[in-house]
């Protein structure tokens, strides 16, 4: 098994510019997944390590080996794909040996790891269904067992939850990362989806505009994120442009102050945006109003999906949003109603310095 390192790698496709020097070390037995919206290059860099796609420029290496002169078929990958790609006519056990057979293993070893597999994926009475004869989420464990059966030195997944329902999709996810750790395979998932980043991953690297924009452990990401970019795609977030008052308290141009803590460098910054998360939020029986990390905001919308409340508030001609618990109300806030919202300075978080004048 092996680790996978590149080194300044670049892919421009003549009108584009997909990737851009992107430096990213995976350890090896690690789950790291490539996150960010449609378009930002995640697939192209999947492609790039599995020698679909030759880097313009730049360096990629699986193990201690520069692999960018060896295709595909020699780089000892293991594939999953969105669209399950199983061969259809053959049965279960016929598409968990199929990779196996190409090694020219005898048949004894064969039966045994197509077993080993199946079991690997809790498919052992499955072996002789067709694919069409198995749900979305069963066929995906096959093609999971088949891609594994190899013993690749790396496991490459690209969206291959997205086909799935919600529920199945979550069940597949602890299924995956169940797999993955018995394995211990270095594994690279590609994904749009932040809440399946978030859960599986032992790292995460959030690619915006062929740019790595920041490589984290989960926690990392979602509450320290390097940039807006990242803070606005991994999760909601209110994000607010401020003027430093005195100390460590910022006034806002909605006429709010917040309090955070001292930045780490010892200066307040004299301009600095800030992001608070809205479940970070707290309704409060009365506001203490005008003080600081204390505001009174009207309801715009509220909506109920299930385990929390979003609502959408109004502050001076800004927008708050607020994710409450169910079941903090009786009934739904309605529009125009106030409520009292206060905060903690540990959850007012700097995301950008503006300005670093004195006062
Ligand atoms: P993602 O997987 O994050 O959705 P891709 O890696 O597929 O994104 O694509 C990154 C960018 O490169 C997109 O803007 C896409 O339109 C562009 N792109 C992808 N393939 C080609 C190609 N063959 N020629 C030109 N541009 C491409």
């Given at each position: 098994m092996s680790?996978?390192?590149?080194?300044?790698?670049?892919?421009?496709y003549?009108?584009?510019?997909?990737?851009?020097?992107?430096?990213?070390?995976?350890?090896?037995?690690?789950?790291?997944?490539?996150?960010?919206?449609?378009?930002?290059?995640?697939?192209?860099?999947?492609?790039?390590?599995?020698?679909?796609?030759?880097?313009?420029?730049?360096?990629?290496?699986?193990?201690?080996?520069?692999?960018?002169?060896?295709?595909?078929?020699?780089?000892?990958?293991?594939?999953?794909?969105?669209?399950?790609?199983?061969?259809?006519?053959?049965s279960v056990q016929d598409n968990v040996a199929y990779g196996l057979k190409n090694k020219?293993?005898?048949?004894?070893?064969?039966?045994?790891?197509?077993?080993?597999s199946l079991a690997l994926v809790q498919l052992e009475s499955y072996a002789t269904r067709m694919p069409h004869q198995l749900s979305g989420g069963q066929q995906q464990r096959v093609a999971i067992a088949r891609a594994l059966a190899i013993e690749p030195s790396v496991l490459l997944l690209d969206e291959p939850l997205s086909n799935l329902d919600a529920k199945l999709r979550k069940e597949m996810q602890f299924e995956l990362r169940r797999i993955q750790k018995s394995v211990g395979i270095t594994t690279v998932l590609v994904t749009h989806d932040q809440e399946e980043a978030l859960s599986l991953s032992d790292r995460i690297g959030i690619l915006g505009d062929g740019v790595l924009q920041q490589v984290g452990e989960p926690l990392e990401v979602y509450r320290r994120p390097a940039n807006r970019f990242v803070a606005e795609f991994i999760g909601q977030v209110n994000i607010f442009d401020t003027v430093l008052n005195e100390g460590t308290v910022y006034e806002t141009a909605a006429g709010f102050k917040v309090e955070a803590q001292p930045h780490e460098q010892g200066v307040q910054p004299k301009r600095v945006r800030f992001m608070l998360r809205p479940e970070r939020i707290f309704l409060e029986q009365d506001a203490a109003i005008g003080s600081v990390n204390h505001v009174r905001a009207v309801v715009k919308e509220s909506s109920y999906i299930g385990n929390a409340i979003r609502i959408r508030t109004e502050i001076g001609g800004m927008e708050l949003a607020v994710h409450a618990?169910?079941?903090?109300?009786?009934?739904?806030?309605?529009?125009?109603?106030?409520?009292?919202?206060?905060?903690?300075?540990?959850?007012?978080?700097?995301?950008?310095?503006?300005?670093?004048?004195?006062?």
């Open positions: 680790g996978i390192k590149l080194e300044g790698v670049s892919l421009d003549g009108n584009h510019l997909a990737l851009k020097e992107v430096e990213l070390k995976i350890k090896q037995g690690e789950f790291f997944s490539l996150l960010g919206p449609s378009g930002c290059g995640k697939s192209t860099l999947l492609n790039i390590i599995a020698g679909f796609l030759e880097q313009t420029t730049g360096v990629v290496y699986i193990g201690d080996k520069d692999v960018t002169n060896i295709p595909p078929y020699k780089r000892n990958l293991g594939m999953v794909f969105q669209n399950y790609a199983l061969f259809p006519h053959l020219k293993m005898s048949k004894k070893n064969v039966k045994q790891k197509v077993e080993e618990p169910d079941p903090l109300f009786p009934v739904l806030p309605a529009q125009g109603e106030e409520l009292a919202l206060s905060w903690n300075k540990e959850d007012i978080i700097y995301l950008e310095v503006l300005d670093h004048e004195d006062n």
